[in-house]
C-alpha cells in the first residue's frame, strides 16, 4: 500500500531537513553578516582612499593655476612681470579650459562619492535583511522539527511553501547585491579615470592632450633615455641575443590570435617599442590598422623603410597626446621590463584613457618563473630594469582601471614532444611524475607570457 504523507518516519523527517539546511550557509547568521560586512568595510576603505586621491590631484592643480600669475622678489621681477602680462593674451583662455576642468572632475569625483555613500546604504539594508530571512528560517525549521518530534507527523505542504518563499527571497537578494557590487566596480573604474585626467592637469597637460606652455614634458624612459647602448650598438645587439627580424616575426605569429576580433576596426591598434617592425608587418598582412612608436630612430628608419607606419616618439609623451577613446587596442613586446615602475603605471594610465570602451591591451615580457629566464637569461640585455612577475603585472593592471586580466604562457624552450621522449613506456612513479613535470617546466617552460586585459564597458 502506498505510504501517505502524514505517515512518513522519522528518517524521511531527518532527510527533509537536512535538504531544507542546504540553502543556509554553515556559518550563523551573525558571521556571515560580520563577514560581509568586513568585506565592504575594506571595499569603501579602497573606495575613500581612491576619492581622496583624485581630490588631492584637484588640489594640487588648483595650487599650480594660482602660481600661474605670481613672480616672485626676485633680481628680474620687473621684466618677468612685463612677460608675464604680455603672455596673458596668449594663455587666459588655457588657464580657463583647466580651471573649468578641474571644476568639473571635482564635481564628478563627489557625484561618484555620494553614489559610493548609497551603494553602502543600499548594501547595508540588504545585509540586514539576508540576516533577517536567515534568522527567520532557522527558527522556522527549528519550530518544523520540535513539531515533528512532539507529533510524529510532517506538514509535508506547509513546509515545501516555506523553503520555496525562503529560495525564492535568497535568489532576488542575490541579484540585488550582484548589482550592487557591479555598480561599485564601475564607479571605482570611473574614478580612476578620472584621476588620470586630473593628473594629466596637474602635470602640465591640457584637456586637449598638448603639453600647456613651459609644463616639462615627462620622459618614458626608452633605449635612448637609458643610454647604456647606442643606436647603432643595440641593434647590433638585437640581431646577435634576440634573432633576426624573421625570426623574431615568426615568434609573433602566434600572437596573431589575439587581434583577430579587431580585423576590418577603424580604430587603429598603437604598438608600443615597434623596433623594426616585425609585428606591425604581421598587422598589415592581417588586415590590422596599426602603427608603431620607438624611441630609437634607427630602428624607426628601418620600419618605414619596408613601408610601416612607425614613428620616432617617446611612448608615454605619445600616449598622453592622442584623444581620449581614439585607439581599438594597445600592444607592447619586450617593453614593459625596460621601463620604471612608476613611469609604468603612467603608461597604463594613458593606455586607459587613449583606448575605446572595450578596447583591449596586450603585453607581452619574459616569464621570471622560468628559471633560466629569471636568473640568467633576463639579465643578458643590460637594458632590461627588472623582471615582472605575472601576477603582479595582472594586479597593475587591474589597479589601473583595466577587467578581464588573462594570462598565456608561450615560447616553450622544448615543446612536449621533445621532453617526454625519453620517457619508460610504462611513465614514472607518479611521486616522481610530478617533480619531473615541475622541473621541465622551470628549465623548459615558457620564456614569455601574454597579459591580456580589456578597458572596462560602459565609462565615458
Known amino acids: 500500500m502506498d505510504r501517505q504523507p502524514d505517515d512518513m518516519d522519522r528518517a524521511d523527517v531527518a532527510s527533509l531537513l ?19 560586512a568586513g568585506a565592504s568595510s575594506a571595499a569603501r576603505r579602497t573606495d575613500a582612499d581612491v576619492v581622496a586621491a583624485v581630490l588631492a590631484d584637484v588640489q594640487r592643480a588648483r595650487e599650480e593655476l594660482a602660481q600661474q600669475n605670481i613672480v616672485g622678489p626676485t633680481r628680474l621681477a620687473f621684466p618677468k612681470r612685463v612677460i608675464l602680462r604680455f603672455s596673458r593674451l596668449f594663455t587666459h583662455r588655457l588657464v580657463a579650459a583647466s580651471r573649468a576642468l578641474t571644476d568639473s572632475v571635482e564635481g564628478l569625483v563627489r557625484v561618484h562619492h555620494e553614489s559610493l555613500d548609497e551603494v553602502e546604504r543600499l548594501g547595508n539594508s540588504l545585509r540586514a535583511q539576508v540576516t533577517s530571512v536567515e534568522i527567520a ?17 510532517v506538514p509535508l505542504s506547509a513546509t515545501a511553501s516555506a523553503v520555496s518563499r525562503f529560495e525564492s527571497t535568497v535568489s532576488l537578494l542575490d541579484g540585488r547585491m550582484a548589482e550592487l557590487e557591479g555598480q561599485r566596480e564601475r564607479d571605482r573604474l570611473e574614478i580612476q579615470r578620472l584621476r588620470t585626467l586630473v593628473s594629466r592637469l596637474a602635470g602640465g597637460v591640457s584637456p586637449s592632450g598638448a603639453p600647456s606652455p613651459g609644463a616639462p ?18 641593434v647590433q645587439f638585437e640581431r ?6 624573421q625570426e623574431i616575426k615568426d615568434r609573433q605569429l602566434d600572437a596573431l590570435r589575439f587581434v583577430d576580433s579587431i580585423v576590418g576596426s577603424p580604430a587603429p591598434l598603437l604598438d608600443l617599442g615597434c623596433g623594426r617592425g616585425e609585428w606591425l608587418a604581421l598587422l598589415r598582412d592581417a588586415g590590422i ?20 607606419d612607425a614613428r620616432c616618439d617617446d611612448a608615454l609623451q605619445h600616449l598622453e597626446n592622442l584623444e581620449e577613446g581614439s585607439l581599438q587596442a594597445v600592444s607592447a613586446f619586450h617593453f614593459a621590463e625596460h621601463v620604471p615602475l612608476n613611469v609604468f ?6 593606455v586607459a584613457l587613449a583606448l575605446r570602451p572595450g578596447g583591449f591591451l596586450l603585453i607581452e615580457t619574459p616569464n621570471p618563473t622560468n628559471l633560466v629566464v629569471g636568473s640568467a637569461s633576463f639579465y643578458l640585455d643590460p637594458t632590461h630594469l627588472r623582471p615582472l612577475h605575472p601576477d603582479l603585472l595582472g594586479f597593475l593592471v587591474e589597479t589601473r582601471g583595466f577587467t578581464d586580466v588573462e594570462l ?13 621522449a625519453g620517457e619508460p613506456a610504462g611513465g614514472y ?13 622551470a628549465l623548459f617552460g615558457p620564456q614569455d607570457y601574454v597579459l591580456l586585459a580589456r578597458r572596462a564597458e560602459g565609462l565615458a
Not at 408 to 420: G, I, M, N, Q, S
Open 18 to 36: 537536512a535538504m531544507s539546511n542546504v540553502h543556509l550557509a554553515a556559518s550563523s547568521p551573525g558571521e556571515r553578516a560580520t563577514t560581509m
Open 137 to 153: 528560517s532557522q527558527n522556522a525549521l527549528d519550530s518544523l522539527a520540535s513539531s515533528v518530534l512532539d507529533s510524529g507527523q
Open 217 to 234: 614634458v615627462a620622459s618614458g624612459a626608452g633605449l635612448a633615455d637609458l643610454a647604456v647602448l647606442d643606436d647603432s650598438t643595440y
Open 240 to 245: 646577435r641575443f634576440r634573432g633576426s627580424a
Open 289 to 308: 590598422t596599426a602603427y608603431g612608436v620607438d624611441s630609437s630612430d634607427r630602428m624607426v628608419a628601418e620600419a618605414v623603410a619596408r613601408g610601416l
Open 345 to 350: 603605471t603612467r603608461v597604463l594610465d594613458a
Open 408 to 420: 598565456h604562457y608561450v615560447h616553450p624552450t622544448l615543446d612536449a614532444e621533445t621532453l617526454h
Open 429 to 441: 612513479d607518479p611521486r616522481l611524475t610530478r617533480v619531473v613535470d615541475s622541473a621541465e617546466w
